[in-house]
C-alpha cells in the first residue's frame, strides 16, 4: 500500500470483492442455467456431457466465493 491508507485499501478491497461476487453470480447462473448446451459446444460424446453437467452444478455456485477467498489472501499478505 503506496500511500500507507490501510482503511482505504481495505474499503478498495471490499469493493473488488463485492463485484467480483456479482460477476462470478452471473456467471455461475448462466452455466447452472444451460450446462449441458455449454459443454455440448465444445464436445458432443453424451457421456462427457453428462459428466460435464454433473460438475458444474457441483462448481459454479462456488465461484461467488471467489472474491472473498482471494481478499482474505490478500488481507493475510499485507498484515505481514
Not at 444451460?34 to 462456488?62: D, H, M, Q, W
Amino acid at each position: 500500500v503506496g500511500a500507507k491508507n490501510f482503511v482505504r485499501a481495505k474499503n478498495i478491497a471490499w469493493t473488488g470483492c463485492l463485484m467480483a461476487g456479482v460477476f462470478m453470480l452471473t456467471i455461475s447462473l448462466i452455466f447452472l442455467a444451460a450446462p449441458r448446451y455449454l459443454i455440448s459446444v465444445f464436445n458432443n460424446n453424451p457421456e462427457l456431457v453428462n459428466y460435464g453437467v454433473s460438475y458444474i452444478k457441483y462448481i459454479a455456485p462456488t465461484y461467488v466465493f471467489l472474491g472473498f477467498i482471494i481478499k482474505n489472501f490478500t488481507d493475510s499478505n499485507m498484515e505481514s
